[in-house]
Every structure is written in structure tokens, then in C-alpha cells.
């Protein structure tokens, strides 16, 4: 079998890297690392209202069980008015990625 070999140069613009895909994985993974979100964040992730998401996602006892972080969770549910919902984004969004179906199928 015949090879042939072609050497090639190719411009890369200033403005740009090139990474393996490996490196940009993990970028990607710990860009939501020690990142917290408020409830407005959380809509615009979801393109859900506030109500919606209180309703669908954190109130029902299936989710509050995981979710609470006075269960263990990465929420933090106010306990008076005033206070403001918190969310640990990286473990908010994987949450939200596993639980579509159930999310979506009420």
C-alpha cells in the first residue's frame, strides 16, 4: 500500500487557541465550579418562571428530599422573607440535566 505524506500549514488567528479535547472537557466541567446562582440565574438556565420552577421542580417532595441543603443538597430554601434562594450551579445544572424526564413528565 502506497502512503503519501502532505505537510500543511494552516494560520490560526490571534484571537484563537487550539486545545486538545480532552482539555476543553474539563474546562467545560469546572466552569460551573464555585459558582452559585440566584433564582434569576436559575430562569434564565431553564427559560422557566420563578413560579414554574418553585411548582415543578422545587417544592415537590421528590426533588426537596435531593435538592435541600439542610438534607445534604446544593439548595438553599429561604427560611423567612427577605432571604434569597442560592443554588451550587455545578451540582444545580447536573440535577437538571438527569432529572429532564421526571421534570418534564408530571
Not at 1 to 30: G, R, W, Y
Not at 39 to 62: A, G, V
Amino acid at each position: 500500500m502506497q502512503k503519501l505524506q502532505v505537510s500543511i500549514t494552516i494560520p490560526v488567528p490571534e484571537d484563537m487557541i487550539l486545545i486538545n479535547k480532552v482539555e476543553f472537557e474539563e474546562m467545560k466541567a469546572d466552569e460551573l465550579k464555585g459558582v452559585y446562582w440566584t433564582m434569576k440565574d436559575l430562569e434564565k438556565r431553564t427559560t422557566r418562571k420563578s413560579e414554574w420552577i418553585k411548582e415543578n421542580i422545587l417544592y415537590p417532595s421528590k426533588f426537596r428530599k435531593m435538592l435541600d441543603a439542610d438534607n445534604g443538597g446544593f439548595v438553599f430554601y429561604p427560611k423567612s422573607k427577605g432571604q434569597t434562594w442560592v443554588f451550587q450551579a455545578s451540582k444545580m445544572s447536573e440535577f437538571l440535566d438527569k432529572q429532564f424526564t421526571k421534570i418534564f413528565s408530571l
